[in-house]
């Protein structure tokens, strides 16, 4: 069985462009949620979709949007790039996170704002 | 508060025991998380504490204190694919707060 899938693996965009980060979860599996990690930080919570609808948001600006799709799949949007956005975006997809204790995470995609 | 603290790092010796420590200050408690990521790849489930007490999966074991608001991460019979970062975590119904990480390095 595929694991958590995140495209692209790597990207180099320019500030004030658009980019969009694409995941798709572990099959059967209908929660994705996003994190930003810089560089010797932990991951930080963006979003949480679940059954298609936004059930959390972290503290960060109108400037990041995601949505999920009907197959579960999920998107994030980032617009007006800014040096600071570069770091590693991971998805993470479970069950349900109600009741899961654990959360499968893609390789991330690496962006580099230059 | 929300956050969690542990050391930025920690060196030990292959075929030894270290032990990561891990405090967080919250309101509510949803259980404790360990996850572990080599350079370059994904955070990697380890084991979870929503108990007191201590929870063991082969030479990992964790531990948790709910009254210290306090747990850690035991590592058995070092190797040296275990030097990566460790980081706890605390489980929410939306999200996963997770501590800065702990850099393991490992000598021979």
């Known amino acids: 069985d595929a694991g958590v899938t995140q495209s692209p693996t790597h990207l180099i965009k320019t500030r004030g462009q658009h980019v969009t980060l694409r995941c798709s979860p572990i099959s059967g599996h209908k929660s994705v949620s996003w994190y930003q990690q810089v560089l010797g930080q932990g991951p930080q919570f963006i979003f949480q979709y679940y059954e298609k609808e936004e059930r959390g948001r972290g503290n960060f600006p109108d400037r990041f949007s995601a949505r999920q799709f009907p197959n579960y799949s999920s998107e994030l949007n980032v617009n007006a790039l800014l040096l600071g956005d570069s770091a590693l975006y991971l998805c993470?997809?479970?069950?349900?996170?109600?009741?899961?204790?654990?959360?499968?995470f893609g390789q991330g995609t690496r962006l580099t704002v230059v | 508060g929300q956050s969690l603290e542990q050391p930025s790092e920690v060196t030990a010796v292959e075929g030894a025991i270290v032990q990561i420590n891990c405090t967080y200050q919250?309101?509510?408690?949803?259980?404790l998380s360990w996850y572990q990521q080599h350079d370059g790849g994904a955070p990697t489930f380890l084991s979870y504490?929503?108990?007191?007490g201590l929870e063991e999966t082969g030479r990992f074991s964790s531990f948790l204190s709910r009254s210290d608001s306090y747990g850690y991460l035991l590592l058995q019979e070092l190797q040296m694919k275990d030097s990566a970062s460790y980081f706890c975590a605390r489980n929410r119904d939306d999200k996963i707060i997770f501590g800065k990480g702990t850099r393991l390095h490992i000598l021979p």
């Open positions: 919250t309101s509510g408690f949803y259980g």
């Open positions: 993470a997809s479970s069950s349900d996170p109600l009741i899961s204790t654990e959360a499968f």
């Open positions: 504490n929503a108990l007191d």
